[in-house]
């Protein structure tokens, strides 16, 4: 049994990623694993624990029973606290208990997608407990594992695979969510359109036209004469929406046009991940 077409593409960008997280992390000194990551908090072993864990909870396991440290700082919501439980209870694993949980957890993963007959739209269990789509389920590990790719490529010093079928998995996932971000986020005038020109392994132009009724949609036609445009790579663009950076410490890296008021305000609001 083959995989949905509407599936695979996503299986095809998980699997990329997470082979080349194994093949970091393979021969990582035990020192190595405490290096500090771009995810707040986390370090090498926190994020292939996070990785770890959520394709386990995908796999059907059950959540670990574990109660999580009063001090951590970067633990400040329920979702925060839902995804550090996974990590929390790894933290005092050693290079070989990752690196060999890491490698079943991948195969197991394989398997079960091999075996995979569902249709798209069936549901499945989603973080907190929540019901999610099949598809969407498939889509969030395509760009979660992708992303904490480039995190792990940061903190060792490893850049690549910036234009991977992950990387392109996570452009469109990213912009789905840059109308609210316009819109809403930084409550753009009404009738006014905003241009977004980004460049680098992954490249696009793209337009949020915010109507009367201050509803932000995404067009792939250049506006005439928008309120505000911002010009960036594509690497600044990821760590951004990925709230990995703050717009103050890579300024240097954005040109912005236009009204600067609304363009502060969009950087603001860039981040989009829980």
Not at 88 to 96: F, I, L
Not at 103 to 132: F, K, S
Not at 247 to 266: H, M, N, S, Y
Request: charged share 25%; hydrophobic share 35%; aromatic share 6%.
């Amino acid at each position: 049994m083959s995989l949905h077409p509407t599936l695979q593409s996503y299986a095809d960008a998980w699997t990329h990623s997470v082979d080349a997280i194994s093949e970091m992390v393979q021969p990582l000194a035990e020192t190595e694993w405490n290096r500090r990551t771009p995810c707040p908090g986390w370090s090498v072993r926190d994020v292939v624990s996070h990785v770890i864990g959520l394709d386990c909870e995908l796999l059907g396991d059950p959540r670990p029973i574990h109660s999580l440290p009063r001090d951590l700082f970067h633990v400040g919501n329920e979702h925060q606290r839902y995804m550090e439980m996974q990590v929390d209870v790894r933290r005092h694993h050693t290079a070989p208990e990752m690196t060999s949980e890491l490698e079943y957890t991948v195969i197991r993963r394989n398997r079960q997608m091999r075996n995979e007959n569902r249709e798209p739209g069936a549901t499945v269990r989603g973080p907190l407990g929540t019901e999610i789509t099949l598809e969407h389920a498939y889509r969030m590990r395509a760009f979660d594992v992708w992303v904490h790719e480039q995190d792990l490529r940061t903190a060792l010093g490893r850049p690549g695979n910036l234009d991977s079928p992950g990387a392109h998995v996570t452009r469109d996932f990213l912009l789905d969510a840059l109308p609210k971000v316009v819109a809403k986020g930084a409550d753009a005038p009404r009738s006014s359109a905003v241009v977004f020109d980004v460049h680098g392994p992954v490249e696009f132009l793209r337009t949020v036209r915010v109507d009367i009724q201050g509803r932000g949609t995404l067009e792939t036609a250049p506006a005439l004469g928008p309120v505000a445009s911002l010009t960036l790579d594509w690497e600044t663009y990821v760590r951004l929406a990925c709230g990995r950076v703050t717009p103050e410490a890579v300024a240097d890296r954005v040109k912005t046009d236009g009204d600067q008021e609304l363009a502060e305000a969009i950087l603001r609001n860039f981040a989009v991940t829980p």
